[in-house]
């Protein structure tokens, strides 16, 4: 029996979101406020993903529609 070395997509996008963040809070830190909003604008892409993923419709705002 092979041994599947995949990583799913649902693994990437949260350790996308999680890492991204905390980098983010460590350039913030850091005084690198340019790459801390990328990094946020990164966790909210992840994070914007998994809902989608979660979602049976696809819809990962269904709230934000009205």
Wanted: aromatic content about 2%; hydrophobic content about 45%; proline content about 3%.
């Amino acid at each position: 029996m092979a041994e599947s070395n995949e990583i799913g997509v649902r693994d990437v996008a949260e350790y996308v979101r999680d890492l991204s963040l905390e980098l983010a809070h460590m350039a913030r830190r850091a005084g690198l406020v340019s790459v801390a909003g990328g990094l946020e604008q990164a966790h909210r892409a992840a994070d914007a993903e998994l809902r989608a993923l979660q979602s049976p419709s696809g819809n990962a705002a269904p709230d934000e529609a009205a």
